[in-house]
């Protein structure tokens, strides 16, 4: 099984090629000391047939606590995650990072083994 990050990645299966790509974008990048809550979206895509995939799982992990959620892509490809940052009691600031990952149908039901390129 093959899992796409937010970059792209080429699979091999069974003879086939599979292109997808996956995008990670938020609606602000700064949150205020008093907490707030930020959007998240990520946008799958087959760039071979450049088709959006949908009703895939992908799930947003937040890199240094290894806390996740997950959504399910629509038509469009599109998951949207609603993450709630906590008020910072602290004087310093505090930095996250996530990242995007989801195995779209095409790779995980494939019966013979993937290969990565």
């Known amino acids: 099984m093959a899992t796409v990050y937010s970059n792209k990645i080429t699979v091999s299966v069974a003879g086939t090629t599979y292109q997808y790509s996956l995008s990670l974008s938020t609606n602000t ?3 205020p000391a008093t907490g707030g809550t930020a959007t998240f979206t990520a946008v ?3 760039t071979t ?5 949908p009703n895939t799982v992908v799930t947003l992990t937040e890199l240094t606590t290894g806390s996740s959620s997950t959504a399910t892509t629509n038509s469009s490809g599109t998951a949207t995650f609603s993450v709630t940052f906590p008020a910072n009691t602290s004087s310093n600031s505090v930095s996250y990072t996530f990242q995007a990952s989801a195995t779209p149908a095409a790779i995980t039901t494939s019966p013979s083994p993937v290969t990565i390129t």
Do not use: E
């Open 44 to 46: 799958l895509t087959d």
């Open 49 to 53: 047939l450049n088709k959006p995939v």
């Open 29 to 31: 990048t700064s949150i």
